[in-house]
Each structure stands twice: as structure tokens, then as C-alpha cells.
């Protein structure tokens, strides 16, 4: 074997990368990487063998707190020293490499043999710099393995766009102590041919998922928000005249944006806390300084801050998913700590909402997922279960409110109301369901909590109704004001105005920038729309339409649409759609599946899309919800020939059962068949021969199927478990060999639907999580299969993902890219596109990109009399017989050789002109490519014109 001196790199300049990362920890053998010659050793000296006057290892530096960088020559795997990386005492301590080049996009990989002693937590980062030295992104793998054995670790990523230099890291974190070794580390890189392209955002929206009230350092009222977006922006505007005082993004300590903050809330000290998703990150604004701080992860193995709510003495409280933990943090000590967990079972992930009760000192604590309520005595830390009979079969504990000595409880599904008394014990409100809000308001002055509900007036006419709650009687009833949606993030002000005299509640109307202002002593009402900037979001799903353009829709709220036309290389944006969890075709026309509530829209590509005008046709079209507790619609599938589309839904959450439902454009009717697989969803759907063919997931224990269903019976004929021990069945296509494909998690299967086996399976992931959609594949212009697949959080939450090509004979796995690839699409052409942020990426491969290579032109007759029109289409054939309509970037040329007998128009009608015979042609020019159909010849008949 060779000494680790000769794999040493030598001073070449090297690029590294990540696209927000992807990770593999030993014992999961990667396979095979992209076709590309690997560089030997990025690092200078991942042997750790040689050494500084100072005796620290040449190319490293301490990490964190610590004083030094140490090497052992008693321990090693190789050569005769490794780094020693050892923590006792407070802070981050460890080593890190020197700065390297990085290039985006580019692929790499680090390994390294570590071997611990004592402790656990230890872990070796990938640490990704702009050229401005920030950083952007962090990607990890845990120090793992037997003690006192050497191990292999690897960690693997892709570049971010954005990426100038990457550094190596081995540490422990701050809430970890021990002492491992490290060896042999190895920086592999291989480059990413030149042809990703970066197409910008798509998605535009403007939603406030909540916000806070407080004074800012001249005094005034101001209310602090979050827009979603990418990053997602923390605003400070004027109650008073509504102007935007202040902007500051928000980012993670580890580079990544923030997407939205479901909780804000300001402390008694004034200052106010943001909590994020999807990094589950804490941050502080101080209204005297007007900074913004990040304090960082209170839990680092959760993603998401649900709840804030203030304590005692400035400290802040929060709730997180998804080990449903409770936190604290402290202005006086500067720290966070985990207070408690309240997860019981596997399915019980969130704490949803949080209340202080400062005259116990204790917190009410909302689950999510299956519902429950805890108290919790901060000074004892007893649990207390709280939830009554009537919460069973809920999902979830949604809003907390103790004002007035009193629990306001929003819980979900419904919402419904209830109201406890905690100095009897007693449950004073019970399920009213006259109520739908997010959560509700402290008492006003004169003994009122307010909060909303969507309402039939006698009339007939529905509005969202201010409704008030009195704490003295404990009645409650509407005040008539219509605050024009969901109210959200209630407070109350003082305006100094005549028609607002004393005090003014104040609060969102709903998530979309609208606000309201009540007063409490003349009941003047106005919900004006914020001057609020949209700001691009996160894209959540792409789809190719039946025009062949593509579609992307955004996260949470979604707001709009962006469509990009490949041919035309242009992006347009269209608003108000939502999140689209899946997508469907049926004659012509798209199907979107929006999330939540399972809203399924109708979409015509041949009209102008139209969501906001109501003197036009909506574009797309409502057709409705679901119902019977779906959620998300994740699948589709249509039968041409029957006219039937085909959804599979996944069910709200905590909820067991998901649905197939028949849609029916004839009669405009879904027929929902919920539980069709007992305490199953429904991920994948595929149509062929009146059968149709679901992939499912086990939602309480037990293993995914495959399953087959008669359209024209209704009912299941046959089902088999593809992959043992595989919990959900995803991503069904049709293979290059005319059989069933699909993936059980990681692992891919083959099914002949004639013989109804599975003939071929094996797991090429199997580190790989469950998600709805995930994976995603496709076979691709060169006959191979191309996927996008999510391998879940690992070491410490590092989010993972790749695209990867699997060779269609002998199934061999290449990886393409190591990170950040989701929501893999194809368009006609072969390009394929994934996500990135609130940007599209489009990997265009020239052995998979098609050029045009024929047209073929029909007429409806080829007979006519003078000044009679006909009809006449034509089809854009791509080379390997693929069809295209998307030709908005082409130019398109009618031809006639005799003008004056017949011609043809851009409206798809043929005139006849002037008896005679003529030939007639359509030529298209795309991409330097220029092909002209087959002449048809037109007779024209008829008298001379006089």
C-alpha cells in the first residue's frame, strides 16, 4: 500500500463544491460517481504528518474557542501521526483546513478515517465561502463507529452557485464533549461539465405567516413581520402611517435562507425573536440598536420553530418540530436550553403552540400531529396532561392564548374554540365552532379577547365576522365588523386619530398583506392593503405542461406561477396559485393539486391565465376541494380514452387514510374513494388498459404496496409488497422496456404487468428518506433512467439530496450531482430541471438535448371552393421521434408556392383564394435548425372571380 505521503496534493490550484449538500455516512457505499477524472488530494496535508515549527499540523488552524491544534504520534491510522480533536470545556474546539477554490457546481468528496474515544457528537464539515468570505453553506458528517476503532466517514457535496472557497472541518459542537482521532483525509473532486444553467426565480408571493407589536426607539408604534421569501425578510413598519421602517434578511449561522418564520414574538426587555424554517433558527431584533442578531439552533437536531411566546424577565420561550422539544432562552446567560420533549410516539413530531401563565409560572404546551396539552411548571419541570376528551381524534393543538386568567385553545381540524380556567380546572368553552382564526387577542382594556370567524349573515352574503369574547361573563358574540380575513397577530395601539380615539386593535387579515384596525370606543373599521415588498419564494414543484412549457410553483403559500418556455429561454410570472403538490393532464387542459385542503384546479394553456380579474374567466379554474380529510394531492393519472382523471392524496396531518378520487370533466364531479388501501396514501399513480396502477405508503406501521385497481369494476384485483421492509412505494414510470418501474424508498424495482412480478430489485440508496414525491424519475433521450431522489437529515440535520443516472441495461448508478437536486422534470427536448432555492436550474446535457428534425403538416381538405377556409395543423418532430408543441421560441413560416390560389394563416386556417392548384408547407426555424414539411397540395375550385 502506498504511504498517505505520496496521495498528498501537491500546490495545484483546485475547486471544490456543494449545492447546499449531500451526505453519506459508513457504512453507505455511494455509487458510482460522474464520469470524470478525480483530482488526487485537494488537501495540503490530510495526512497530518507534517508540522509547523510550533509542532501544529502545516495547513490547519484551530477551530472555534480552541487555543491550539494538536496531533498525536502514539495513535494514528497511517504514516505515523493524525489529528487529535479533543473538547471539555465550552465552545465550538477543533481543527479547520485552509481555504480552498471552489467552483460552483462542481463535485466532491471527503474521506477521512476518525476513530473515537470518548464522547460522542464529533463531526468534520464542509464549509463553503462566497468570494466576499461569507459563509453559505455547511455540510456534515457524524463521527461515528465502534470505540477505539478506526472508521471511514465520508461526506459528500455539490458546490452552491454562489461558492469560492470550501474549508474541512473536525470538531465538536458547542453542546458536545470527547475526544476523537482523524487520519487519511482525503478531498476528491471531480468537475461538473459546463452545462447547468441557472434560470432565476419563478416564483413570486407576498405572505406574513404572523407578527408582533412593540415600540421602536423614537417610541412609536410598529409592527415587526416576516415576508416568505428567499431569504425571507424580517420588516419593521409603521401601525400609524404603515410605512416599512426597516429590512434585514435572515440567514442561519450556516449560510442558508431562511424561508419564513411561523413565530415572532417580542419579549418584555423589548426585544423581539424570530423563529425559522427550515433551519429551526432563533434570532433577535433590538428595536434601540436596530440590529438584527442570530442566536442560532436551541435544538440542533430540529428544522422548524413553530411557537415564540415571552417569559419573565426578557427570557423567550419556543416550540419546534420535529422532536417536539420546548426551549428557553435567556438574555442574562446569552443561551439557549432544551427544556423538555413531549413526544410520546413515532407520529408525534411538533409542538404547535405555546402560552405563559405568569401567575403559576407555568407553560401550556400544544402537540401537533395527534393532539394533546401538557402544563408544564418551570420551576419543578412536571408535565401535567391537560388534554380532555374531546380533543380525541384531533390533530392538533394549533394556537395558545392565556389572558385574562383564562386558556384560549384553537384546535385543529375545524378549528373549533375551547376556553379553559385553570384556577378551577374547568373547561368553560367546548368545541364552538363558530371560529376560525389564528389564535386570538390579549385582553383589551375592557375585558374583551377577539378573534374571527367566517359567517353567514342573515342575508345570505358570507364575511369574516371580528368576533369578541367577554372575560367577565364568558359570552361571546360577532361585533358585525368585517375584517375582510383570517385575523392573525392581534395587538392593540393607540392612534391619537378622531375616528380612533383610546385604543385600536390591530392585526393581519389573514397572510396575504392585508391588515385591520378596530377601534374598541367607536367601532370604526378599516382593512387597509400594506405597501409590503413580494419577494421571490422557494420553489416547491415543477411539471411539464401539455404545451411543453414548464411550471413551477412555490412553498407554503406558493403565491404565484412561474412558466418557462424552453424554445424561448423565458421565464413568465403569474400570481395566485399556491403550493402545487402535484401535477395531471386530461385532454388538453392541466390539472394542479394545491396543498392545503387537497384544491384541485383546472388549467387551460390556450387561454390567458387570469386569477385576478372577476370580470374574466378564472385561468386556472377552481373546480374545488377534496374533502374527507385529504390534504395533499401528490398523484396523477389520466385515461385518455375514458376522459378520466385519476388524483391520489395523502390525508391532513396526523390523519391515517389517504384517497383515490375520479374526476370527471363531463359532469364536473370528483368521486372520492377514501381508504382504498386500509391506513395507506397514495404516492404514484400510472394508467395503461383500463388498470390502474398505485404506489402507496404505510401510514401506521407496515410496508408500502403495490397495488392494481379495475377503472371499470372500481375495485383492487390484485396487490404486492414490490420491496420488503420499505415503508412507501413512489415514483412509477414506464420503462424504456415497456414495464413498471418504481422505487421503494432507495430502492428500485421492476414489475411486469403481465406476469405480475417483480423482476428486478435492489436498493441503490438506502440511506434514502420518505417523502411524498420523492424520488423523482424519468427516462431521459438516451434511453437511461435519470432521478432526483431526498436522502433525508442525517449527521446533525444536513439536508441531502442528488441526481443521479441509472444505465438502463445493467442498472449501474452514476451520481451527476451530489446536492440540492429535487424535483427532477424533463421537457420535450431532454433538458432536465431541479430546484434551487427560489431559482431554477436547468442541466442540459448535449448527448440528451434533441434538435428539431422534421414537420409534418395535415389539412382538413385539400379540395375547396373559392373563398372557402379550412382547418389545418401541423407537428414539430424532435430527433429520436420525440414531439414537441413548444415552439414560442421557433420562427414559423407559411409557404404556399401560389400565393393566389391558397395560403396559409398563423390561426390555423387555410383560404382558398383564386381557383388553381397550389403547394403548401409550414418551415420552422429553432435553435439554427430549419426543417420544412412535406408539401400538401391544395386544389381550388370555383369561377373565376370577375
Not at 174 to 184: L, S
Request: proline share 6%.
Amino acid at each position: 500500500m502506498k504511504s498517505k505521503w505520496f496521495r498528498r496534493l501537491s500546490t495545484t490550484a483546485l475547486t471544490i463544491a456543494l449545492l447546499a449538500g449531500m451526505v453519506a455516512v459508513s457504512p453507505y457505499q455511494p455509487p458510482h460517481a460522474a464520469a470524470a477524472e478525480a483530482v488526487q488530494n485537494a488537501l495540503l496535508n490530510g495526512s497530518f504528518e507534517q508540522l509547523t515549527v510550533d509542532g501544529r499540523p502545516l495547513g490547519w488552524q484551530p477551530e472555534g474557542v480552541s487555543g491550539s491544534v494538536k496531533v498525536s504520534d502514539s495513535v494514528y491510522k497511517d504514516g505515523a501521526r493524525s489529528l487529535i480533536v479533543e473538547k471539555t470545556t465550552p465552545g465550538v474546539q477543533g481543527a479547520v483546513s485552509d481555504a480552498l477554490p471552489a467552483a460552483p457546481f462542481s463535485n466532491v468528496v471527503l474521506t477521512a478515517q476518525v476513530r473515537s474515544e470518548s464522547g460522542s457528537g464529533g463531526k468534520v464539515d464542509l464549509q463553503f465561502y462566497s468570494t466576499e468570505g461569507k459563509l453559505i453553506s455547511i455540510v456534515s458528517g457524524l463521527v461515528q463507529g465502534e470505540p477505539n476503532e478506526w472508521s471511514e466517514l465520508r461526506v459528500a457535496a455539490a458546490a452552491p452557485k454562489d461558492g469560492a472557497q470550501v474549508k474541512v472541518s473536525f470538531y465538536f459542537p458547542n453542546d458536545k464533549n470527547g475526544r476523537f482521532y482523524a487520519d487519511d483525509a482525503v478531498l476528491q473532486i471531480r468537475d461538473t461539465p459546463p452545462y447547468i444553467t441557472n434560470l432565476g426565480p419563478q416564483s413570486t408571493s407576498l405572505t406574513l405567516m404572523t407578527g408582533s407589536y412593540g415600540k421602536d426607539r423614537q417610541g412609536r408604534d410598529v409592527m415587526y413581520t416576516v415576508v416568505q421569501g428567499d431569504p425571507a425578510q424580517f420588516l419593521v413598519t409603521d401601525v400609524k402611517n404603515k410605512a416599512v421602517l426597516g429590512k434585514h434578511p435572515l440567514v442561519a449561522l450556516d449560510g442558508s435562507n431562511v424561508t419564513a418564520a411561523w413565530a415572532i414574538a417580542t419579549a418584555t426587555d423589548g426585544k423581539v425573536y424570530v423563529g425559522s424554517t427550515p433551519n429551526g433558527t432563533l434570532f433577535q431584533y433590538d428595536p434601540a440598536s436596530e440590529t438584527m442578531r442570530t442566536i442560532g439552533k436551541p435544538v440542533p437536531t430540529d428544522t422548524v420553530i413553530w411557537v415564540l411566546v415571552p417569559g419573565p424577565n426578557g427570557k423567550m420561550y419556543g416550540g419546534t418540530g420535529y422532536s417536539q422539544s420546548v426551549f428557553e432562552y435567556d438574555p442574562a446567560t446569552d443561551a439557549t436550553k432544551t427544556l423538555a420533549s413531549f413526544k410520546t410516539a413515532s407520529k408525534e413530531q411538533h409542538t404547535r403552540s405555546l402560552a405563559y401563565d405568569p401567575d403559576r409560572n407555568v407553560l401550556y404546551v400544544g402537540g401537533s400531529d395527534v393532539a394533546k396539552l401538557y402544563k408544564y411548571d418551570l420551576a419543578t419541570g412536571q408535565k401535567t396532561a391537560l388534554t380532555p376528551p374531546e380533543f380525541a381524534g384531533k390533530t392538533s393543538v394549533y394556537d395558545l392564548q392565556y389572558t385574562a386568567g383564562k386558556l384560549f385553545v384553537r384546535l385543529d381540524p375545524g378549528p373549533v374554540m375551547f376556553v379553559y380556567d385553570p384556577a378551577t380546572a374547568a373547561w368553560i368553552v367546548k368545541n364552538n365552532t363558530a371560529y376560525n382564526t389564528r389564535g386570538f387577542s390579549p385582553v383589551s382594556p375592557d375585558g374583551r379577547v377577539f378573534y374571527t370567524f367566517y359567517e353567514t349573515l342573515p342575508d345570505g352574503k358570507q364575511q369574516w365576522s371580528l368576533y369578541e369574547y367577554d372575560t367577565k361573563t364568558n359570552t361571546y358574540k360577532s361585533t358585525g365588523a368585517d375584517v375582510k380575513g383570517a385575523g392573525v397577530a392581534f395587538g392593540y395601539v393607540t392612534m391619537n386619530l378622531p375616528d380612533y380615539p383610546g385604543t385600536t386593535l390591530v392585526g393581519l387579515a389573514g397572510n396575504g398583506g392585508r391588515a385591520f384596525y378596530y377601534n374598541l370606543e367607536t367601532g370604526k373599521l378599516d382593512t387597509p392593503e400594506l405597501d409590503l415588498p413580494p419577494q421571490f419564494v422557494e420553489l416547491f414543484n415543477i411539471g411539464k405542461s401539455v404545451d411543453g412549457k414548464m411550471l413551477t410553483s412555490g412553498f407554503i403559500s406558493g403565491g404565484g406561477m412561474g412558466i418557462y418556455a424552453p424554445s424561448a429561454n423565458e421565464t413568465k410570472l403569474y400570481p395566485q396559485i399556491g403550493q402545487v403538490e402535484g401535477y395531471g393532464s386530461l385532454n388538453g387542459k392541466m390539472y394542479f393539486g394545491v396543498y392545503p385542503r387537497a384544491t384541485i384546479f383546472e388549467y387551460d394553456p390556450t387561454q390567458p391565465w387570469n386569477r385576478t380579474d372577476p370580470s374574466a374567466p378564472n385561468n386556472p379554474l377552481r373546480l374545488g376541494q377534496l374533502g374527507d380529510e385529504q390534504d395533499r394531492p401528490v398523484a396523477f393519472a389520466s385515461a385518455e380514452e375514458l376522459g378520466k382523471l385519476y388524483i391520489g392524496t395523502y390525508p391532513i396531518a396526523g390523519k391515517i387514510g389517504g384517497a383515490l378520487t375520479t374526476y370527471d370533466p363531463g359532469t364536473k364531479q370528483f368521486d372520492v374513494k377514501r381508504n382504498i388501501v386500509p391506513d395507506h396514501s397514495i404516492n404514484t399513480l400510472l394508467y395503461r388498459n383500463g388498470k390502474l396502477y398505485m404506489g402507496t405508503s404505510a401510514m401506521n406501521g407496515g410496508v408500502g404496496k403495490l397495488v392494481i385497481y379495475d377503472v371499470k369494476t372500481q375495485s383492487i384485483e390484485f396487490e404486492t409488497i414490490p420491496v420488503a421492509g420499505k415503508k412507501a412505494v413512489t415514483s412509477f414510470f414506464w420503462g424504456p422496456d415497456g414495464k413498471l418501474w418504481g422505487m421503494a424508498m432507495g430502492a428500485l424495482f421492476i414489475f411486469d404487468q403481465d406476469t405480475r412480478q417483480v423482476t428486478y430489485s435492489d436498493d441503490k440508496f438506502p440511506a434514502a428518506d420518505y417523502a411524498h414525491s420523492n424520488p423523482r424519475l424519468m427516462v431521459g433521450t438516451d434511453g437511461n433512467i435519470y432521478g432526483s431522489i431526498y436522502l433525508g437529515y442525517v449527521a446533525d440535520k444536513t439536508y441531502t439530496s442528488k441526481l443521479f443516472r441509472i444505465d438502463a441495461d445493467t442498472k449501474q448508478v452514476t451520481v451527476l450531482l451530489e446536492g440540492n437536486v429535487e424535483k427532477l422534470a424533463q421537457d420535450d427536448f431532454g433538458n432536465l430541471y431541479f430546484k434551487y432555492g427560489s431559482e431554477l436550474m436547468k442541466y442540459s446535457d448535449p448527448k440528451l438535448v434533441l434538435k428539431l428534425a422534421q414537420v409534418e403538416l395535415k389539412a382538413g381538405l385539400t379540395e375547396l371552393r373559392r373563398g372557402e377556409t379550412t382547418s389545418y395543423t401541423y407537428q414539430a418532430i424532435l430527433e429520436k421521434g420525440r414531439v414537441t408543441r413548444e415552439l414560442s421560441g421557433a420562427t414559423i413560416e407559411y409557404v404556399s408556392s401560389r400565393p393566389k390560389v391558397a395560403e396559409l394563416t398563423a390561426d390555423g386556417q387555410i383560404h382558398a383564394n383564386h381557383p388553381g392548384q397550389t403547394d403548401l408547407s409550414v418551415r420552422i426555424t429553432l435553435n439554427g435548425v430549419t426543417v420544412q414539411s412535406a408539401p400538401v397540395t391544395v386544389k381550388v375550385t370555383g369561377p373565376e372571380p370577375k
